[in-house]
C-alpha cells in the first residue's frame, strides 16, 4: 500500500486560492478544496477548523500572491517609475485575476471573511500608498501632505477603473488603462510641481 500524501497548509492555501482565481469565492469550500488535492476533507478541517478561519488565511495569501513581489519591482526606481509600477500592477490583477482582485479588493470583507480588515477605522484615515508619498516626498522635496492628497487622488482613480475594467469584462485593453492612469497622474503628479527633472 503507498504511503499517503501529507496535506500541509500551504497546499491547501494554494488549492483554495486556484479554486478562488478560476470560479471566485464561491467556489472555495472544504469539499471543494479536499476534491481538488484528492483527500478527504478531514486535513482541510483539521488545519483550519471553519471556513471562516480559511477564508480569513486566504485573504492575506491571496493579497501576498497580487502585491508580495510589488516592493522588488519599485525598488531601485525613481519615485515616479515606482508609484506607476504598482498602478499597473494594481490594474493587471484587475485583468489577469479578477476573481481575487475583487476578493482583497471589492467584496465586503465582513461578508467573505467576517471582519473589518482595516476595523473600525474608515479606509479614508489610512494613507493611501505610504510607500509612494515617502519616495516622492524624498525625491522632491514637497511635504508629505501635499504629495499624500495628490497620491490619494491618483490612488483612487486607479482603484475605480481597475473595478470597472473587472465588471466590464476587460473591454478596455490594459494598455489603454495603464495610459489613462499614467497621462491623469502625470497631470495631477504636474500641479504640485512633481515631473520628470
Known amino acids: 500500500m503507498g504511503r499517503k500524501e501529507k496535506i500541509s497548509r500551504e497546499m491547501i492555501l494554494q488549492a483554495a486560492?486556484?479554486?478562488?482565481?478560476?470560479?471566485?469565492?464561491?467556489?472555495?469550500?472544504?469539499?471543494?478544496?479536499?476534491?481538488?488535492?484528492?483527500?478527504?476533507?478531514?486535513?482541510?478541517?483539521w488545519h483550519f477548523g471553519s471556513m471562516t478561519e480559511l477564508k480569513k488565511e486566504l485573504f492575506g495569501y491571496a493579497a501576498d500572491r497580487l502585491y508580495g513581489s510589488l516592493p522588488e519591482e519599485m525598488d531601485g526606481k525613481n519615485a515616479i517609475d515606482a508609484f506607476f509600477v504598482s498602478g499597473v500592477r494594481f490594474l493587471s490583477?484587475?485583468?489577469?485575476?479578477?476573481?481575487?482582485?475583487?476578493?482583497?479588493?471589492?467584496?465586503?470583507?465582513?461578508?467573505?471573511?467576517?471582519?473589518?480588515?482595516?476595523?473600525?477605522?474608515?479606509?479614508?484615515?489610512?494613507?493611501?500608498?505610504?510607500?509612494?508619498?515617502?519616495?516622492?516626498?524624498?525625491?522632491?522635496?514637497?511635504?508629505?501632505?501635499v504629495i499624500g492628497t495628490t497620491v490619494r487622488d491618483i490612488v483612487i482613480y486607479t482603484y475605480g477603473l481597475a473595478v470597472m475594467m473587472m465588471f466590464d469584462d476587460n473591454r478596455l485593453s490594459r494598455e489603454e488603462a495603464c495610459k489613462m492612469v499614467y497621462d491623469m497622474g502625470k497631470k495631477q503628479l504636474e500641479m504640485i510641481g512633481i515631473g520628470d527633472r
Open 93 to 145: 490583477n484587475a485583468c489577469d485575476h479578477p476573481n481575487v482582485f475583487r476578493f482583497v479588493n471589492v467584496d465586503d470583507p465582513m461578508d467573505t471573511i467576517g471582519e473589518r480588515v482595516y476595523g473600525e477605522e474608515s479606509i479614508f484615515k489610512f494613507q493611501f500608498d505610504e510607500d509612494a508619498v515617502k519616495l516622492l516626498a524624498k525625491e522632491y522635496d514637497i511635504p508629505a501632505a
Open 17 to 45: 486560492y486556484e479554486l478562488l482565481d478560476e470560479s471566485g469565492i464561491g467556489a472555495v469550500a472544504i469539499k471543494s478544496i479536499a476534491l481538488k488535492l484528492g483527500c478527504s476533507t478531514q486535513p482541510v478541517s
